[in-house]
């Protein structure tokens, strides 16, 4: 993941999700992670070099990856969210959206 010195000027809530997407503040990484999730979504999973997204976004370590049906995050002693591939294609393309800016 690539970083950027530019501070997110948006609020984040308490949401699990939002807090792990902030991590993600350049518009390659978020086409790269889209890239392997249209994989997934259009049957070939197979051809996904690395679905591990897991990262240590703002101090603290996320578990996530993709899996052929859908995508997973959490954080160990939280509970695990399951999100469909689809779902997950459109929040990541609306924080892209709020990236570019």
Request: charged share 25%; proline share 7%.
């Amino acid at each position: 993941m690539q970083k950027t010195p530019e501070p997110f000027h948006g609020i984040i809530s308490g949401d699990p999700i939002a807090h792990y997407i902030a991590g993600f503040r350049h518009p390659d990484d978020l086409d790269d992670f889209i890239a392997d999730l249209d994989l997934a979504i259009s049957g070939h999973f197979s051809q996904i070099e690395d679905p591990d997204y897991g990262n240590d976004s703002l101090g603290s370590y996320w578990f996530a990856h993709i899996t052929p049906t859908h995508f997973e995050l959490w954080q160990e002693g939280h509970q695990k969210e399951i999100i469909p591939l689809e779902d997950w294609k459109e929040i990541l393309l609306s924080w892209k959206e709020c990236v570019e800016g």
